[in-house]
Structure formats: C-alpha cells, structure tokens
C-alpha cells in the first residue's frame, strides 16, 4: 500500500513535469521532421551548450550543432516578452481563456496510465474522464476567440468548436468498440488486458479476451484505429484539419491576439493535446506500456514502461506531424463530407459488428 | 471539518456564485461563461457524492455540450454580444414579493424536511456497471423510447436543415 | 465517384503523398538531401568578378581624385596635401606620390556597386572585391576610412603644410622682390631705354589645399 502511495506521488511529479517537457520535445521535433520533409535542416545552433554560454555570458561550454536547445531558448525568450493585452479585448477573460485551456489538458494528463502504477490518477472511467474533461478546452478556446475582440479570432473560435464537437462523435462510437471488447472504462485495465505477444492488442481484434477467434475483429479495429486517429487530429486542429488555425486565411485562428507567455501556454495546451489523443490510440490499440513482447516486459527493468509507452506515443505524434506536412488543408464542406459521409457510417459499421460479435461469438 | 465538506463549501460557492453572475451581469457573454462554471461545479457535486460516472455525463453534457450551444447561438447572432440587458425593474414590488415567497417556502421545507444523513463506510465502488445493467434491464422500455426520440429529433434536424433547391426541380 | 472509390481514391493519393514526404525525411541524411547552406560556417562562393565592396590600398594612392570624380554618387571624399618631394614612396607601379592623403573616405551606404570608380585609377589602387559581408549596426560605421594617418597626424600633416607654406610664400616674396630690385637696378642701369614699366609686387596665391568638389 505504501509502495503504491510513494509510486503515486512521483507519478503525480512526473505529470507535472511531462507535460511541459512534452510540449518542449514535440515543439522541436515539429520543427526538426518539418525541416527535413522539406529538405532543409531545422534548428541547427542553439545547443545546450550555447543556451549556457549566452545565459552566463561566456564561451565555456561546447556550442551545440543540433540545436536540441531550441525550444528551450524560445520559451525563455517568451517568458521575457512584454503582455500584452488588446485595447477592445475583455481583459477578465483574455486572461481567463489560456488557463482554461491548459487546465483541460493538463486535467486529461492526469488519467494517463504510462505504466501499472504510474497512473496519477487511476479513476474507473478514466476514458470517459478523458473525454469530458477534454470538452472543457473547447470552452476555453471559443472565450479567447471571444475576447481578444479579433474577428480571425473568433471566426477561428467558432470553426475549432464546431469541428471539436463533431468529431466527438465518431470519437465516441470507435471508442465505445473497445469498451464493449473489454467491458471496462478503465484505462489501467484496458492496458492490463493487452499485456503479452503483441498480437494481444486490440490492433490486432480481441484475442486476449476470446482466444483465436478474436481474430475476426481485425479489420474492424484497423478501421477503428484509422478512425480514431483521423478524428484525433481533428480534435486538436493539426493539419489536414487545421482550419481553425489556417495561417493564410485566419492569420492565427483563436489565439491570434496573444503573445508572450500566453501564446507559450496555448501552444503547449496544444502539444498536450495532440500528446493525449495519441496516448489514448496508444493505450487502446497499442497495447499501452507493453512492449509486445512478454520477456522484456518480464524482465522488470526499472522505469522501462512509461518509457515504452511515451516511445509509442512519439512514433504517432511522429506520423501526425508526417500527415501534417503532407497533406494540404481541407475545406470546411470537405471536413463536414468527411466526417458525416464517411467516418460516422464506417464507425457505426464497426459497432455493430462488434455488437454481433459480442453477443453471438463469445 | 472534514476534507469533502471543505470542498463541497467550495463548490457550493462557485455554483451559488456563478449562478449570481448569470442572472444579475449586464453582459450575456459573461453570463453564459458563468452558467458553464456552474455546471462545472455540479459535476464537482456529483463526484463528491461518489457518482463518477454521473459527473462525466454532466461535463460531456452541460459543460461539451450545451454550453458550447448556448455559446454558439449567442457568438452566431447578430450584435447580441454588444448588448447590455436592461438593469432597470418595472415590477419592483411583485416580483419582489414573488421571490420572497418562493425563498420562504423553499427554506421550510429545506428546514422541515427530516434529512437522513448516510455515512458509507465501505470503498468507493464504480457504479458504470449497475447504471449499465440498469439500461439494459429495468429500464430498457425508456431508453428505447429516449433513442428513437432522438433519432427522430435527428432527422428531423436534417430535413429541416436540408436544401430545399432539389424539391422543386 | 462511387463511394467505395472515392475512399479508395484518398487512400491511395495519401499514401503516394506520405511515401514522397517519407523520402525526403529519410534522404536528409545524406548530404546532398539537404538545400540549405549553413552560412555563416559555410557560404557558397559568389561569382569571381561580384562587385560588392570598395577597397583602397592607401599606399598606391596619389590622390588624384578620378575616381572621386567618376563616382555617380559620390560616396568617395578625398582630402589631399602636398608633400615635400622626395618625402613620401613611389606607388608599387612607379608613380610619385606628391599629396598626403589626410581623408579618404567611403560611404558603402551611398555607394551603387557600379565599380566606375576603379577603371579610371591610374595606380590601379581602389577595387571592387567580393567580400559582402559588411554588416554594421550604425550606418555611419558604413563610412569606411582609408586613410592612415590619425587625426593627430593629420593636425600636424597640415599646421607642417601651412608653415611651408608660409615659407614658400615668404621665399617667394623674397625672391620677388630680390628679383623686382635685380630689375630695377637694371633698368636704371639701361636708362636710356624705353618708360620703366611698374612692377607689381603682388604675390601669386598659391593654392595649398586642393579641396573635393562635394562637401559632406
């Protein structure tokens, strides 16, 4: 019981933690996988070493050739930024709206299973948490829309809700699959039923429940997947479905009229965001902190899990800023053609076939 | 005092006040952010009582959804949010009177009502299951008729919604 | 588009559009993957003859302002004194350097790059190279000096010009009026001759300073 206590505590610091690191890393990495799918190299000179020299003021350390400390540099460059404030915002919710957002994801980190007790919250509907709790950001989104008193901001406002909330649906039937496979809301145990082979996650249909003939779920779970993550980017306006934020059109989208540390903290709301979504597909589909196979897992190795779980959380987040340099905007009846035409049809598909399959194969 | 009654006098004020905001702020903007809130705060209220699932319906629902309506129909109409709702009272006396009497009453029989305080000793149990059960079972004839309903109201949003060019060629 | 298709359709371009970006992310690796030049570590070498920034080689430079008249804009000032022969060195092609160069500035802010300037240099000094990294954070560090002599020596330059100046004038005044008193010891010697003609006594001024056609 103890363990589990202390387990807790330092679960609930690495919380803190990851999600201003995971902001950190993924900001770099966009701009690093970026820079290279278009041939270019990225940020190559603010290394650790010369982030160090021109905070003491001296040549001491090895200056950097990669640039890992970039991100670094630019949140210190943004803490330092003057606040400013437009002259027909609101001032009382201008400054309310970022909080709201950050708390909504920073909320959603907390049921995060990343390994059996790095759960800083283990709750018993801790998808449907997830869920809600997301909702909460999209409040906060349309307030900065509304207060910054910019009309690219509140049209970016309106359009990010509108798409967050009807994604939601197809969200919420593909999920529902894998809560009727595993009869639980529960992350940690959605994670425990994938352990073993790979071939155990519920990419790969329902074998650890039901055995061989889980196997019939296969294709339906790879739409499910496909679905999920498709709506996933929806969900956190990443490009194809960045029309929220389009640059050409909208200058910024919602947070147009915020700088300094402000825009600081939406951004790292949206990398949260995008960490979460991708978490979810990784402990639903992925199988979580297994690694897939059962003698690594076996061997108890300290701290491999939730390093495990975050490398898989990073491939995807890898593969969405691959779709996003990829592939161009889509338009807003191209978006709702998508959603309403096509995903919410092939999600209903994979509910009722594993309604049949629930309750004639097992 | 106890932890949860710490938190329930928390949430109680931020539902008690964010309820004051909404009826009595000039801007409706605001009003509406503050109904949100207290929604939030119910949702709170629910999980104090050990209704977890409960609170997750209440935030997807209130908070993700009608709120976010609520918001979309002020922020879609025209200059509404530049309007400020008329502060002066033309029926000072009635409708005081009317409160009062409303207040009055409801503080009887808050005050009359022999309350039966429950202290549960056991651990906090999900209720997903039995609410689930309780669908499926007991209460299937309601759910049924709560689905068709909204399929109805669905397609009923689309027709209505639905360009009517193609109809008259 | 059937529907089946057009889902078939959006696959596939996707997948054509991923393999394409998935190249490129893999072929940054190798080095001619990448377009971008590093530059300040590495640059790409500019054309031979690009004309960016003037230089002088000051010990050359006779001062004989051609290219401060050939210049369209003229962003070249030159202020020269005259030296005492034999005092300053010949230019690397022979020629004798007679002014001390006090002044010879550039203004790159003003200059057009159209190298005018250097075809007309007789002791071929001023040229165009193809350095062009001349950033400044003040444009009037854009001035560039050439001249070698510091404010100081430029003092002295002048006060020595204008004491040999005054001993030239006063030599001459000798010599003039050595020369007017030669003359009329002659004439009254000669006379029987024609009217004495009046001899002035005016000295010539002598130009000292040559200054440039343009004023700061």
């Known amino acids: 019981m103890d363990n589990i206590l202390v387990w807790t505590m330092i679960s609930i610091l690495v919380m803190v933690g990851l999600v201003s690191v995971v902001g950190i890393i993924s900001i770099y990495l966009e701009r690093k996988v970026s820079a290279f799918m278009q041939d270019r190299l990225g940020p190559m000179e603010v290394g650790f070493g010369s982030l160090a020299n021109a905070i003491i003021g001296k040549k001491t350390f090895k200056e950097g050739r990669i640039g890992l400390a970039q991100s670094l540099a630019d949140g210190l460059k943004l803490l330092q930024k003057e606040d400013i404030v437009p002259k027909g915002a609101d001032v009382f919710l201008f400054k309310l709206a970022p909080m709201i957002v950050f708390g909504g994801t920073f909320a959603a980190f907390a049921a995060l299973p990343l390994a059996e007790y790095f759960v800083p919250a283990d709750i018993n509907i801790g998808l449907f948490y997830i869920l809600a709790i997301s909702s909460f950001g999209v409040t906060g989104i349309l307030m900065a829309g509304w207060a910054s008193n910019n009309k690219w901001g509140l049209l970016g406002a309106l359009r990010s809700t509108a798409q967050m909330v009807s994604y939601e649906i197809p969200i919420g039937v593909s999920l529902i699959s894998i809560v009727m496979i595993c009869g639980t809301l529960s992350l940690k145990e959605m994670v425990l039923a994938q352990s073993g082979w790979f071939w155990n996650w519920h990419l790969f249909g329902a074998i650890s429940h039901n055995g061989a003939i889980g196997i019939v779920l296969l294709p339906v779970m790879f739409i499910n997947f496909l679905i999920y993550f498709t709506c996933s980017l929806a969900e956190t306006n990443r490009a194809p479905f960045d029309i929220p934020e389009a640059e050409s059109e909208l200058v910024a989208g919602y947070h147009t009229e915020y700088t300094g540390m402000r825009f600081a903290i939406f951004f790292l709301a949206e990398y949260g965001a995008i960490f979460v979504g991708n978490a979810i597909a990784v402990t639903l589909f992925l199988g979580g902190w297994n690694s897939g196979i059962p003698m690594l897992d076996e061997a108890n190795i300290p701290g491999i899990a939730p390093l495990i779980f975050i490398t898989k959380v990073f491939v995807l987040i890898f593969v969405v800023m691959w779709v996003r340099w990829t592939l161009p905007r889509l338009r807003v009846d191209q978006l709702m053609n998508l959603c309403w035409k096509y995903l919410i049809p092939f999600t209903l598909f994979t509910f009722f076939y594993v309604t049949i399959y629930k309750v004639f194969l097992t | ?132 059960k309780a669908f499926m079972g007991n209460f299937i004839l309601p759910f049924e008729l709560a689905a068709i309903l909204l399929l109805v109201a669905l397609i009923g949003a689309v027709i209505i919604g639905r360009d009517e060019k193609k109809e008259e060629i | 588009m059937s529907y089946f298709g057009n889902i078939s359709k959006a696959f596939s371009t996707i997948a054509t559009g991923m393999k394409i970006t998935f190249r490129h992310f893999k072929n940054a690796r190798k080095p001619d993957g990448i377009f971008t030049t590093q530059y300040p570590h590495k640059a790409v070498p500019l054309p031979k003859f690009s004309r960016q920034q003037l230089h002088n080689r000051i010990e050359d430079c006779i001062g004989c302002m051609k290219c401060a008249n050939a210049c369209p804009v003229s962003c070249i000032y030159i202020e020269t004194v005259k030296a005492p022969a034999g005092t300053l060195s010949d230019t690397s092609n022979g020629q004798k350097r007679r002014l001390y160069l006090t002044r010879y500035d550039i203004d790159m802010a003003k200059c057009m790059f159209c190298a005018l300037c250097t075809y007309p240099c007789p002791t071929e000094c001023i040229t165009i190279n193809s350095d062009f990294n001349f950033i400044k954070f003040e444009r009037k560090d854009l001035l560039y000096k050439f001249s070698d002599y510091s404010p100081e020596q430029v003092e002295q330059i002048k006060q020595e010009a204008k004491l040999r100046e005054q001993q030239e004038a006063a030599e001459k005044i000798a010599k003039a009026k050595a020369a007017a008193e030669a003359k009329l010891k002659a004439e009254t010697e000669a006379k029987a001759k024609a009217e004495v003609p009046q001899v002035e006594a005016k000295t010539e001024e002598v130009k000292a300073e040559q200054k440039p056609e343009t004023k700061e």
């Open chain 2, 1 to 132: 005092m106890v932890p949860a009654d710490f938190v329930f006098l928390i949430l109680a004020t931020l539902i008690v006040a964010c309820g004051f905001v909404v009826v009595f702020h000039s801007k409706i903007i605001y009003s509406a952010f503050a109904l949100l809130f207290s929604f939030f705060g119910v949702g709170g209220i629910y999980i104090l009582l050990n209704a977890d699932f409960l609170a997750g319906t209440q935030l997807i629902v209130y908070v993700g959804g009608i709120s976010v309506l609520i918001l979309f129909g002020i922020l879609l109409t025209k200059k509404i949010y530049n309007l400020t709702t008329e502060e002066t009272s033309t029926q000072k006396i009635i409708g005081g009177a009317t409160s009062l009497a409303f207040l009055g009453a409801l503080a009887a029989l808050i005050f009359n009502t022999d309350w039966q305080i429950v202290t549960t000793t056991q651990e906090f149990t999900p209720q997903t299951l039995e609410i689930g």
